[in-house]
C-alpha cells in the first residue's frame, strides 16, 4: 500500500540506475524525466521529435545541471523506426531498471502509421508492444526491473474491436482511444502473467495519471471554433485538471517505490481524477484473459516482435 500523500521527493535514490521514458519531451513523460533526474537516474529520453527533445533536455539541465540524460530518436508508430531505436539500445546499455511505456495520443481523425495501423492503438499499444518485446531481454537481465504501462481511466469505456481493430468499417475517435487505453491495462496484465512463468524479478506494472494538464488534450483532438472541443479541453485543463507534474506520480510511483507488486495498477487517489498515487482497481474489461490472449497473439503477428523468451524451449 502507498502512504498518504507520495510525491516526487519520495522516490529513493536512483544513482546508478537507468530509465527510459518514451514520449520524454512533454507532459507526463517529461516531469517524469525531470523527476528521475533530479534522483540521479540515467534517464533515455526517447522523444518523436528531436526539436522538442533538445528543448525538454535543455530545461531539465537547467533545473539539474548534472543531469544523466541520453536524448534518443523514436517514432513508436513506425516500425522500422522503434527496431532502429531498440538496437541502439541493446547495443550501448547492460542495464535497464525502469521502462515508462508513457508516450500517446488521444482522439485524432482517423490516420494510418507508417505500418497501416490505427493511429491509436497502432500507438498508444503496438508501438510499445514492440519496443517492450525487444527491450525484454535487456529487462530480464536487469535484477528488479519493471516494466510501467501508462493507461487511462478512459479504460472503462473501452472495448477491443477484435473485427475492425483499426477502424476501417467505422471509427470513432474516442471510442478507438478507449480501446487503446484497455490495451494498455490487458497487455500490462498478461505480460505480468507470463513474467511469473519465468524465474525473474522482471514486474509489470500499470498506471494512470487521472486528469492532467498536458499537450495531449490540446494536440490530439481536431480544432474548430470557439466551442469546439479542443477549447472545451483547454478549459478543463485550465480549471479542472491536476498538473502534469501530479499527473506523473502514479507511474512515478510505480516505477520506484519499494514494495510494488507485479499486476498493480496506481492512479489518483481522489476519485481517479486528481491526488496522490494509490492502488485502483482497473475496470474488469481489464482481467478478461482470453481478450488477452488474443490480442496478444494479434499484437505478435501485426508487429513481427515475438516475445520468445515466453515460448516453450525448443527440444
Known sequence: MTRTRWTANDIPDQTGRTHLVTGANSGLGY???????????TVIMACRNM????????????QVPNAKLDLQQLDLASLASIRSFAERINANYRQLEVLFNNAGIMGPVRQETADGFEMQIGTNHLGHFALTGLLLDLLLATPRSRIVSTSSIVHGMGRIYFEDL???QRYERWQWYGQSKLANLLFGLELQRRLTTLTTTTISVIAHPGYS???LQTTGPSTGGAFSLAGLLRFTNRYVAQSGAMGAL???YAGT????????FYGPDGFGMRGYPEPRLP???????ADAARLWQISEELTGVPYTAFQPAAV
Open 250 to 252: 502514479p507511474q512515478l
Open 257 to 264: 517505490a519499494p514494495g510494488v507488486l507485479g499486476g498493480e
Open 31 to 41: 516531469e517524469t524525466s525531470l523527476a528521475l533526474a533530479r534522483k540521479g537516474a
Open 213 to 215: 494538464a498536458t499537450h
Open 51 to 62: 526539436e522538442k527533445g533538445h528543448a525538454a533536455a535543455a530545461e531539465i539541465t537547467q
Open 166 to 168: 483499426h477502424g476501417k
Open 283 to 289: 475496470n474488469r474489461r481489464a482481467f478478461n484473459t
